[in-house]
T-cell receptor, first 117, second 114 residues
Framework: GAVVSQHPSRVICKSGTSVKIECRSLDFQATTMFWYRQFPKQSLMLMATSNEGSKATYEQGVEKDKFLINHASLTLSTLTVTSAHPEDSSFYIC?????????????FGDGTRLSIL | QQQVKQSPQSLIVQKGGISIINCAYENTAFDYFPWYQQFPGKGPALLIAIRPDVSEKKEGRFTISFNKSAKQFSLHIMDSQPGDSATYFCAASRNTGTASKLTFGTGTRLQVTL
């Protein structure tokens, strides 16, 4: 149980392109989803927290107009990297949690490797 | 207040040995401490977690030891196997309210040799 699917697993695109990444909870309803960014050999950096039906909360230093997050249903959140540039190349990982935080762990997807040429 | 410090950065253990990874936190409001295992190119997978009302939790070969007064917790992997070779992250959070977020340690790359 508690499977989180992330798609696509890898994206290679040209500079200036917008890229959408999907995160789905397959066997539970995710009230809260999180988006992380991870550079090689480094820890996970939280970008934003999204709750179903409301606007995402972005961490300090993360551009909300650059990284658009939509959490339209209890099983789907999307991250759109708008007008991507080479410095946006990274490993993006989502996680999902079943309720509003009390007693439930975060379950992670397998990440999306984004490469901007 | 939000930091979680993890050590060592890397660890090499022989097959059958004990792997020990340590973490220390500063925020006394943290009340949930999970460990995650991450293989290359994959997302982190929850391994084991502990709350501060117990000092130890064991699941199979994995044990968390928790010292509330010292604000430290550690992961012990008994009978380490080559398949345990991965990066391990400790984390901590306040498990209350809608804004509870995980604060991750910097990670430990474990290599188990034959």
């Amino acid at each position: 149980g508690a499977v989180v699917s992330q798609h696509p697993s890898r994206v290679i695109c040209k500079s200036g392109t917008s890229v959408k990444i999907e995160c789905r909870s397959l066997d539970f309803q995710a009230t809260t989803m999180f988006w992380y960014r991870q550079f090689p050999k480094q820890s996970l950096m939280l970008m934003a927290t999204s709750n179903e039906g409301s606007k995402a909360t972005y961490e300090q230093g993360v551009e909300k107009d650059k990284f658009l997050i939509n959490h339209a249903s209890l099983t789907l959140s999307t991250l759109t990297v708008t007008s991507a540039h080479p410095e946006d190349s990274s490993f993006y990982i989502c996680s999902a949690r079943a309720d509003r935080g009390i007693g439930q762990p975060q379950h992670f997807g397998d990440g999306t490797r984004l490469s901007i040429l | 207040q939000q930091q979680v410090k993890q050590s060592p950065q890397s660890l090499i253990v022989q097959k059958g040995g004990i792997s020990i990874i340590n973490c220390a936190y500063e925020n006394t409001a943290f009340d949930y401490f999970p460990w995650y295992q991450q293989f290359p190119g994959k997302g982190p997978a929850l391994l084991i977690a502990i709350r501060p009302d117990v000092s130890e939790k064991k699941e199979g070969r994995f044990t968390i030891s928790f010292n509330k007064s010292a604000k430290q917790f550690s992961l012990h992997i008994m009978d380490s196997q080559p398949g345990d070779s991965a990066t391990y992250f400790c984390a901590a959070s306040r498990n209350t309210g809608t804004a509870s977020k995980l604060t991750f340690g910097t990670g430990t790359r474990l290599q188990v040799t034959l």
